[in-house]
């Protein structure tokens, strides 16, 4: 018998369903009743091959949300962070050269 332990305590994430964590279990059922119901409120108005793309275009937000994980960023954590990198904080550095020692002669030079 063998037991895997992870090198960090942090990796560790408990396997819940079909291999799945909790988070990504519950994003996957999610995913699945926006399937169903874009299937049947569409199913009359459009073909199967459009409802079908529908189907996968409408699920693929929870499966990103469920399964992505960048360097130990949720999805959300990590969207956040990257608005914050892009939008919110500037990016352009000027930069000014400051010569406090001359500064401070100039100024006992003006006395």
Do not use: D, H
């Not at 994980?69 to 949720?74: A, E, K, Q």
Request: charged share 20%; proline share 2%; with cysteine.
């Amino acid at each position: 018998m063998e037991i895997k332990i992870n090198k960090e305590i942090k990796n560790y994430s408990e396997k819940v369903y079909f291999g799945l964590t909790m988070r990504q279990f519950i994003f996957t059922i999610i995913a699945c009743v926006m399937a169903i119901i874009t299937y049947f409120v569409f199913n009359n108005i459009l073909n199967k091959e459009l409802i079908s793309w529908l189907c996968i275009f409408s699920t693929l937000p929870f499966f990103f949300f469920g399964f992505f994980n960048y360097n130990g960023l949720n999805a959300e954590m990590f969207l956040l962070a990257f608005i914050k990198c892009k939008f919110l904080i500037p990016k352009k550095l000027k930069f000014k050269n400051f010569n406090l020692y001359y500064e401070l002669l100039v100024m006992k030079n003006v006395k």
